[in-house]
């Protein structure tokens, strides 16, 4: 066993990669709800799934078994950077002059840069070997467009992504990313699909949202019998295949006698969190106290500021319907440099989990996030993704709080990707032009007035 004292970073063999994903619900007091079907209005069937997603996708997001087997073709694939290292931020520590002691587990070190990946791989992996030639899929940031671009080309199907337009706009490089990987990169709204045009005939210059660009990728995998669809992030297949990542951190900890505190992870559609969190909770619902914090954007506050009741999951009512914290299926969130957190909703366990009080939930505004991911980087030398700087900015606060009280804190936070596409964005932060962004009330308030009439 290393000493924690000393250690700088923890590494695990490919070997030591998890042979199984750890799917929540098995342990979970309270259940998600049921998906509806926005054709039937009636509670999802796997048959009502088909037209989009392959039959063992289907099975992992209704199954309730605890452990699901990771293929081992999928297995090889992240042994390309798998598992992922664990570091001590002892540079942080010392910038902050806290009694804290600081962990990151870093996503960033794939191809991709980002943790999608460890989705994007099994998907495309169970699409191909159901006879799949195409997936069509939306994206905000770009990191999961990028993800499955990549996984899209290794089993040799092509790749339709939607980008969110106003991230289409910012962010250049990862549409250079996709394309180099073969993916035909589309700005989101598009005159491509009926979904995209009802749009752009009220806003010809929207600026997009996730909801909208999932509408699209679905349309385009529901009228086209040779393509599915694949989500990044929501849906608990995603989250499941996520729980590689806390699943490592757990055993790297465990090298150093270290165990957190506390857990943070931003979160958009969950998925992020998800997998630094969930086999964290395992212990939890054994008896262990660890907190478990999703961190999110104020200009889109989904689980701090939404509601718990059922709603689509895209702007055109083609995607499944969940009971979720929600902000409204028409709720556009302003475009901030986060964009892979512009989701109205949140995955239907992660909403479970924060409405029963399991975990907790909190905001930050963009100068903060950008305030913190400049200190990270500075005392750290990785530069964060935007999203994964909310992770950074709740890390900081903690070990500050544990500062000011004089108390040994164990922090563990999920750095899910680097920043090395979103330099426009620091660009922006060092000129002065970057501002907190709040969410708008009125707007949230018409669109949760439009929610499916569904009870549960």
């Known amino acids: 066993m290393m000493s924690k004292k000393n250690v700088t970073k923890v590494i695990l063999d490919e070997t030591e990669i998890p042979r199984q994903w750890y799917n929540i619900v098995a342990d979970m007091p309270n259940k998600p709800a049921p998906y509806y079907s926005p054709m039937t209005g009636k509670i999802a069937t796997a048959d009502d799934m088909a037209a989009i997603f392959p039959k063992e996708i289907i099975e992992q997001e209704m199954t309730s078994e605890r452990f699901i087997d990771i293929p081992d073709e999928v297995r090889e694939m992240y042994a390309q950077w798998r598992p992922s290292p664990l570091y001590r931020a002892k540079g942080l520590e010392k910038v902050l002059d806290t009694p804290a002691r600081i962990y990151y587990k870093y996503e960033g070190t794939n191809a991709t840069g980002s943790h999608k990946l ?15 030639k195409r997936l069509s899929t939306e ?9 499955l671009s990549l996984a899209s080309n290794h089993f040799g199907m092509e790749c339709t992504v939607y980008m969110v337009n106003v991230s289409y706009q910012q962010k ?18 598009s005159n491509l699909t009926n979904s995209g045009r009802s749009i752009l005939e ?25 393509t599915n669809y694949a989500l990044g992030s929501v849906l608990n297949h995603v989250c499941l295949h996520q729980t590689i990542i806390g699943q490592e951190a757990k055993k790297q900890l465990e090298m150093i006698d270290e165990y957190p505190d506390v857990v943070f992870a931003c979160c958009g559609g ?23 914090v999703a961190v999110e954007p104020t200009a ?28 409204g299926h028409d709720f556009i969130p302003e475009g901030i440099h986060a964009g892979g957190l512009r989701y109205h909703g949140a995955s239907s366990i992660v909403s479970q989990l924060y409405n029963d009080g399991i975990i907790e939930a909190q905001s930050c505004g963009q100068k903060e996030v950008f305030d913190a ?28 709080k544990a500062k000011e009280e004089g108390r040994e804190q164990v922090i563990l936070f999920n750095l899910s990707g680097h920043g090395y596409f979103d330099f426009s964005a620091y660009d ?14 009125q707007a949230v308030k018409a669109s949760i007035a439009n929610l499916p009439d569904i009870k549960g």
Not at 270 to 292: E, I, T, W, Y
Not at 428 to 436: A, D, R, V
């Open 428 to 441: 922006s932060y060092f000129g002065g032009k970057l501002e907190n962004i709040h969410y708008d009330e």
């Open 202 to 226: 009220k806003d010809p210059e929207c600026s997009g949202s996730l909801g909208i660009a999932i509408s699209e990728a679905v349309e385009d995998a529901a009228t086209h019998s040779d």
């Open 172 to 189: 250049p490089y990862r549409r250079s990313f996709m394309h180099t990987f073969g993916a035909n990169v589309i700005a989101s709204p």
């Open 373 to 400: 991911a400049v200190t990270f980087a500075r005392a750290e030398g990785i530069v964060p993704a935007p999203e994964s700087s909310h992770a950074i900015r709740a890390a900081i606060d903690e070990a500050l």
């Open 270 to 292: 969950g998925s992020n969190f998800a997998g630094a969190a969930f086999p964290f909770l395992m212990d939890r619902f054994k008896g262990k106290k660890v907190r478990a």
């Open 118 to 132: 460890n989705s994007s791989i099994p998907q495309a992996y169970y699409n191909k070997n159901a006879g799949i």
């Open 139 to 147: 994206t905000g940031a770009g990191q999961w467009g990028s993800a």
């Open 300 to 327: 889109c506050p989904t689980l701090t500021k939404g509601v718990f009741a059922y709603d689509y999951g895209d702007t055109a009512k083609a995607a499944p319907i969940a009971k979720m914290y929600t902000l």
